[in-house]
């Protein structure tokens, strides 16, 4: 029964992300682009989550989504219709992390200052204890939020980045 519930629970959080499609290295870096990651790192123990500009990817191999995925307006009124969540799971040693992004407009109009701007939030449970909760990033740009984890730790480290 253990076995069947965790089966349900890792197809459930790959159907839950199969409409956010992974962000395509092949496409050309510009401006304007945001991605949201993770970085599961098992040999070393840690899980990243962190928010990155499409000219400035990261310097080593995560999973990353571009946040304009994580928010779907009307296509007449420019008003935001649906936000998405992303889910994803990462095992360290014997801790079960789920790490949930969030797509977070700047405005409920695409066209209105900050509008066009969708960064994420990010909720973070260890073992089903909530350690993360909050906003990679704001509308006025000033900085992005790094949060890693270490297993065995019940501490999130979070590192403010000067874009």
Known sequence: MRVLLLCLLLAASVCGAADVPLYDFRKPL???VILVGMECHTKNRTLE???FD???PPDKRMDLWPTAELVRYDGETNMVSE???LER????GD???VVRFRGLPGAA???WQCGAIVTASAKV???GRLLFDGVLDTCDGANKIRVRFRAGSDIAHIEHVDR
């Open 109 to 111: 109009n695409a066209t």
């Open 95 to 97: 801790d079960r992390y």
């Open 54 to 56: 499409g000219n400035r």
């Open 125 to 127: 449970w260890k073992n």
């Open 89 to 92: 799971q990462c095992m360290l």
């Open 83 to 85: 936000i998405l969540e």
């Open 49 to 51: 989550v962190a928010l």
């Open 30 to 32: 510009r401006d304007g």
